[in-house]
Each structure stands twice: as structure tokens, then as C-alpha cells.
């Protein structure tokens, strides 16, 4: 997965943690691990960065619209 940082944000470098790291705004990154696949789904999750190269369809139904009747003409009398 390759993610795009749209914030600074401090994170783990190796995967038992005991290097960190500032991945940087608008700075791309492979994360190919299971380790760096977590943190980048924390970034995504908080706003801090975006998925790149992954492409989402949303399917947009159109709003159903009734035909309107004809009032019935009363008489008065």
C-alpha cells in the first residue's frame, strides 16, 4: 500500500518499534509490511494521509420521483 502524508506525523520506523521516525508531508511511502500496513491505516483513519493508487467506485442511485396526479376539480354548490 502506498500512502501520501497530508500532516507530519511521528511514527515507528522498524517493526519492534524502537526507532521512530517523522514521516513527512507530502512525502509518499511504500508500506509493504504487515507492521508499516497498521500505521498507515492509523494515518489514514486519523486524516493524516491518503491511499494512493487505490481507486474506489461509489455507485450513486438517482432519487426516485412520483408523477404527480391531477387535482380533482370540485364543484361548489
Do not use: C, H, L, R
Not at 7 to 33: F, L, P, Q, R
Not at 39 to 66: D, H, L, R, S
Amino acid at each position: 500500500m502506498k500512502i501520501k502524508m497530508t500532516k507530519d506525523s511521528a511514527g515507528m520506523a522498524n517493526s519492534i518499534g524502537s526507532v521512530s521516525m517523522t514521516y513527512e508531508a507530502g512525502v509518499t511511502y511504500d508500506m509493504t509490511e504487515d507492521w508499516q500496513k497498521g500505521i498507515a491505516q492509523v494515518f489514514i483513519n486519523e486524516g493524516w494521509a491518503e491511499e494512493i493508487g487505490k481507486i474506489e467506485k461509489k455507485v450513486v442511485k438517482p432519487k426516485e420521483t412520483k408523477e404527480e396526479k391531477p387535482k380533482k376539480k370540485t364543484k361548489k354548490g
